[in-house]
């Protein structure tokens, strides 16, 4: 893969309107719960992504094919159900490619799914998912680097999946995506809320499941026969949506962005009040504006409805040109930080302690070259680049492309100036 970077010159402010693509983290997961229909389905809203990508070829490899259609609905249809492994090399680039093992566990028996391993946010553990699916009476054996998993049938049962740090939202879908198919009803006690997880249930209930509580800490399932193919449109991406609202906030730009759920980000619609960040919601539309900078605030990520950890990077950049100190707190995440060293290169001022952070605010970042970790660290490095001065080099941008369709074209089309442009630096080890 050649490596590319993005020079962006600072300083231009964002202007304009913008549309949000469909949610990446519900769509993954409704990708490989196609494996359970027994006829073709036809996705529309399925963003345009390297995470999408990877997750067709994992549905591949499995015996599903994936193609895109002109009107860039993705049309799935199961081929074979010979292959039921899915290999370390595809599931250690993306976690949500874990979510294959409850679809093919319930539809075909069995399933040999590699363990995706650690990430940039930590380690990432899957116990919540295992727990899960042995209630519903599977056999799990970990065997060299690979969860493998049987069952002549899954029967419903009564299952708490609340883990140290909360609920857990791929762990959710991937029970969920077993018990439709399993025997009799099964109660998931903790569940996580996230509207990923209700867009999950709809897509399950449009090809004949039966679940009641999505949304709620209590998913009730009926399990049914068979699932049949079906139609539907992934809801809009609501990271999406913030990261462009913030970045217009942060450039004391006025945009308005379409194809946005407002309902689903309640919470940072309630810190932009406390920051000051004028916005007006309408249906299915945003419209920020933006003058002088943003007051300070106090932010934990929480699980939904709280404060998304995803939105914790971007909206930390905002803050590094407010008005006072804010404090940013990981309780999702904790190592979820390594955007604050590239952020304090540019010239912002961070204090760390553990999983807080204290920013006090200034006037004006400066451009850098700096380097992205993970997708949402990417993104606040671009943020935090259109309000910098002079220009800044991110390097490490397929982070981003993992997870925001056309970033760089929709900021451009908003008056940013970003270019991709490849980057010959040699890749090398981290410093020790
Ligand atoms: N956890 C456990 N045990 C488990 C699973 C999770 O202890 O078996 C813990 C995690 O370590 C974490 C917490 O529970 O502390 C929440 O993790 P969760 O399982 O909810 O995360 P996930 O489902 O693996 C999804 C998103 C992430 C997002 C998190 C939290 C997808 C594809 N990924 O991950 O999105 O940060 O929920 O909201 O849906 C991103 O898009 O950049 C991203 C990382």
Known sequence: MALEKFIIEGGHRLKG???????????????????????????????????????????????????????????????????SMAPYELVSMMRASFCVLGPLLAKRGYAKVSLPGGCALGDRPVDLHLKGLRALGAEIEIEHGYVVARAKKLRGANIYLGGPSGSSVLGTGNVMMAAVLAEGQTVIEHAA????????????????????????????????????????????DRIEAATLLMAAAMTGGEVIIKNIEPTHLEAVFDKFKEAGVGFTRNCRTVAVSMAGRPGEVEIATLPYPGFPTDLQAPMMALM?????????????????????????????????VNNTCVVIGGE????????????????????A?????????????????????????????????????PDDSPEKPPAL
């Open 17 to 83: 309107e913008v549309t949000v693509a469909g949610s990446k983290n519900a769509a993954l997961p409704i990708l490989a719960a196609t494996i359970l229909a027994e006829g073709p389905c036809s996705l529309g809203g399925v963003p345009r992504l390297r995470d999408v990508d990877v997750q067709a070829r994992i549905l591949q490899t499995l015996g599903v094919s994936v193609e895109r259609d002109p009107l860039g609905r993705i049309n799935t249809r199961i081929r074979s159900e010979e292959h």
């Open 193 to 236: 809320c996230e509207p990923e997880v209700v867009d999950l249930a709809n897509f399950l209930s449009a090809m004949g499941a039966s679940i009641e509580g999505a949304g709620s800490h209590r998913i009730r399932i009926r399990g049914v026969r068979t699932l049949e193919g079906c139609s539907y449109d992934v809801i809009p």
């Open 320 to 352: 590094c040109v407010g008005q006072g100190a804010s404090v940013f707190t990981d309780g999702i995440y904790p190592d979820r930080l390594h955007h604050v060293a590239e952020l304090k290169r540019m010239g912002a001022r961070v204090l760390r």
């Open 364 to 383: 004006r970042l400066q451009g850098a070259p700096v380097m992205a970790s993970d997708l949402r660290a990417g993104a606040a490095l671009v943020l």
């Open 385 to 421: 680049g259109l309000a910098a001065h002079g220009e800044t080099h991110l390097r490490r941008i397929y982070h981003i492309d993992r997870g925001y369709e056309n970033f760089e074209g929709k900021l451009n089309s908003l008056g940013a100036r970003i270019t991709r442009a």
